[in-house]
Nanobody, 120 residues
Framework: QVQLVESGGGLVQPGGSLRLSCAAS????????MGWHRQAPGKQRELVAA???????NYADSVKGRFIIFRDNAKNTVYLQMNSLKPEDTSVYYC??????????????WGQGTQVTVSS
């Protein structure tokens, strides 16, 4: 059984920083891309940032230059460093992974989400 567990969310003032972590555990053969998405109340879930197993990244235009995604393949963990946070970044943040639990099978796995609130 595979689990993705996020941590690091919380309340921060505008202009502040937070680092989110997401660790994959359980039966894992291989992990391809990992990413972060967010969903605010009344809005659709949107991609924030993604990173391939080779380290190639892409970001939503709204976070370019402020957020950095990186990963530790040895720990099956992906991080999101969020700087210069704005109130509009307030959302529940979810991580996901394109993951193979056993050789020859792949699936899209999601964490349970962590709340990020940017407010003074």
């Amino acid at each position: 059984q595979v689990q993705l567990v996020e941590s690091g969310g919380g309340l921060v003032q505008p202009g502040g920083s937070l680092r989110l972590s997401c660790a994959a555990s359980g039966s894992i053969f291989s992990i391809n891309a990992m990413g972060w998405h967010r969903q605010a109340p009344g809005k659709q879930r949107e991609l924030v940032a993604a990173i391939t197993s080779r380290g190639n990244t892409n970001y939503a235009d709204s976070v370019k230059g402020r957020f950095i995604i990186f990963r530790d393949n040895a720990k099956n963990t992906v991080y999101l460093q969020m700087n210069s946070l704005k109130p509009e970044d307030t959302s529940v943040y979810y991580c996901n992974a394109d993951l193979s639990p056993v050789a020859g099978t792949w699936g899209d796995y999601w964490g349970q989400g962590t709340q990020v609130t940017v407010s003074s």
